[in-house]
């Protein structure tokens, strides 16, 4: 789509109030449906509004032009002066969707009466407000991802990082709503692992963001909402709250009435109150008034669905931060933004899940996998279970298929908004209760979610019941030509539709009568959407009609007439018609009011099923590509045997060589393995497999390997690859460093850390010098956690070949690995195996040749490489033994020239310690002869 270049002069500012003095009499905007419009713009000043006018949505003014120019949407004028852009209702949600997507906000506003019953101007109202958090409509969500608004409050003074932070989240399409505590440095890792999509903060009382809450959104690169500041008070919040569940207390949530987080639970309540709520309406004179809402189809929302606030308990979830999620592409990959690749795509393909419930929960359970023991082994025993009973599964999966987004449909008829099918969905799921319970029936590790089922019965009979006894099993899309409710169901029904289906007979009578009483073979009686119905006749009898045919309609070869018989016939059928459609809006009112009483049921129905789902996909994975149950202990370890990449081995097929890991064994003490290896050889698949491995474990579900004994892990880091981060105007070696640095903080005993390459981004020597004391840190020492001195379980890999003597300075700390390479005619042969040992070589102009560089550019770079080598040769054994580096220092080797200059000469220190006045003359000739040759011969 192009985005063309408007030519329209510039309109007069709509945010002038219409009715003020001085405007000229026949000003274009001042029309009864402009005055509304600019009434309900003064409502919503910071949304597009969509102004329903007929079957158009219509923009005016400063939305017009900027719906042109952000969706290439013909730009016109209503009258002079009056810019307007329209898009046809009926395919509003599309370009809803690409504006809300493009960062608009969207509200709107609909005729809430019919044309016909108006007397002036039809009466209209905001229906819905539409920002990124709050959306529900199921054409404007991705059915695989939760979408989240989130309500942030800082709970202390002052910037520091760790100040505490409340943050209320509500899933407004589903009506999960969470409290997390969380502090300023974690709360964007926080929000980006549950896909939050709008967060609002308070502004400050100048009307600003203030910088903290800035900070914050830019971290979690996501959009703010600022609010006033009184709607994040503690009493207002706990108002909100006691207002919307109907409670006297809180405690019933586990809430004190003054607890902080009560600040920012209230503000998103209210928020998302306000977006779903219809506003006032206003009338042709642009004043304010209720909405009469008579003739609406619209229920009225009452956010049934939205559960009580449920508080997250510290510490229950693996931390894995937004950089780990991104460079370990958990949810897509990096270069395409793509789940195809990523992790997440191993779960949609083969043994994907059946619901959207489950999908989204594979996403959730894999983006913050579980941090205790006893919940992930229940996830493991479920898994198992599956896969050893294709029974058990194939039954569970068959169930599963015929229940649909369970939790979005709350969703909607909490908002008012549910349709026809989701109500009949909604019963087809219902019914699956039974059948799921069954399935998991003889499964003890299934006896959770037996009984919750088990629980539930009654209800989801009931309602199953009702509705698939109620509506049809295809219904239609809307209400507005009925078609939902059975026949046989509602008496008043059944006598308005009876009167619709004799009209065939009696139309039948009635042509054959006129064609007797007139001698007309050819006249036809019939019916057409935009005229009603009428009488035909060819155009050559025209002029044999009888007078009482009035004439109504002439074609190319007939005229159609209407008789006052016919007239009074279609009056009748057509108000047993609208007696029909409103017999059955109100039934479907009674049927979605009936299932908002149980809404708490349909809710947790929808969580049991997606559980289910998500197990059974873990299952299928398992079995389809022979993943291993991993063993989860509580010791500091982590013991891999032949453990793949989980994206890989699907990519290479047979030919990924799998690879072993062994952290702080028994057998493999060390916690830390330096990798190295040439470029190419697989050093970053391996700790990234590793990583991986460990994260599916905790998430519960089976894992690529042979086999596999985990400790429980609090945390992942990464510190892989570059990532751009030029936006936050860092520049990749500070980026490397802030990562690191947030490492070295943070990784306790039980966190696992992987490295690759770090000190990449600076001068060799800069880098190499980083890299060892980074090493040297994580292997030893740990500065954060003092009180708790183990050190992490780390990979480390680099192409810093000195580090490897490391696993001597550091024994049973530091194990070295390497990536074997065979050489091969000059030619090396990558192996992809990992083994003990270091390697001291980088074979970099090799892969340079892989890669395809010139000949010429390789052959010269063997030259300087082999004379480099020589002049190095000089270098071995400096003695650096002396230099005070501490505690452990680097060793001899050709490399290690390179410290040289940051070095003493060992000469300096001899000379420091000789006492000259014990020396005679003749013994201080023969120490200067002595060290002014070790001078200009080093490494003797
Ligand atoms: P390095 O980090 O050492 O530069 P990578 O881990 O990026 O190397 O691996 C380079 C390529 O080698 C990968 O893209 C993959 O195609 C292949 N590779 C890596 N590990 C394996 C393995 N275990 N089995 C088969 N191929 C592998």
Known sequence: MTVKETTNPKPASPSGDPDTAGRPKRDPRDTPAMRQYFGFKRQHPDCMLFFRMGDFYEMFFEDAIAMHKALGVTLTQRTEGVPMAGVPHHAAEGYIRRLIAQGFRVAVCDQIQDPKDAKGVVERAVTRVLTPGTLVDESLLADDASNCLAAISFLDAGDEPECRVAIALIEASTGAFTIIDSSARAAPDEL???????????????GQTPARATRLLEAARIPGTPRPAWEFRLAEGAAALHAHFRVGS????????????LSAAGAVLRYLLETQSPGVTIDGSGQERPASDANSDRRQPTLAHLQPPRREPVGHHLMIDATTLRALEVERTIRASDADGALLGVFSGRGACKTPMGRRLVRDWLCRPLAQLDRIEARHGCAATLTQDARTLSHLESALS?????????GRIGVGRAAPRDLVALGGSLAQNRELAKAISNALAFSDQQSQLQSLHAVTEELAHIIN???VENPPAHLREGGLIRDGVDRALDEARALRSDAGKWLAEYQASLTAEHNLPNLKVGFNRVFGYYIELPRAQADRAPSAFTRKQTLKNAERYITPELKEFEQKVQSAEGRAIEREQRLFADLCAKAADHISTISAFAQVAGELDALACFA????ARGWVKPEMTSAPELEIREGRHPVLEDTLSGDFVPNDVELGTAESPARLALITGPNMAGKSTYIRQTALIALLAHAGSFVPAKSARVGMIDRIFTRVGAE?????????????MTETANILRHATGASLVILDEVGRGTSTLDGLSLAWAVAEELATVRAAAAHQPSCPRVLF????????SLEEQLPGSVANLHVAVREWNDEIVFLHRIAPGRTDQSYGVHVA???????????RAREVLSSLAVSHEGDIGVGVAATGVAPSTPPASAQLSLFREYIEHPVVERLRAVELEKLTALEAFDLLRALTEEAEHPAE
Do not use: W
């Not at 980006?192 to 100048?206: F, G, K, L, Q």
């Not at 809180?250 to 987080?261: C, M, R, T, V, Y």
């Not at 890999?797 to 490897?804: I, Q, S, V």
């Open 192 to 206: 980006i692992r549950r896909n939050v999509t709008e967060i609002i903060h308070a502004e400050s009382a100048d």
């Open 250 to 261: 809180l405690a019933g949530f586990g809430l004190a009435e003054d607890d902080p987080a």
């Open 402 to 410: 015929h229940v649909q987004d369970v939790a979005r449909i709350a």
């Open 469 to 471: 006894k109620t509506c």
């Open 620 to 623: 299928r994975v398992a079995s």
């Open 724 to 736: 751009d981060a030029l936006h936050a105007g860092q520049s990749t070696f500070m980026v490397e």
């Open 797 to 804: 890999a680099t192409h810093y070949h000195e580090l490897t």
């Open 849 to 859: 040749r892989l890669a395809g560089l010139p000949d010429r550019v390789i052959a």
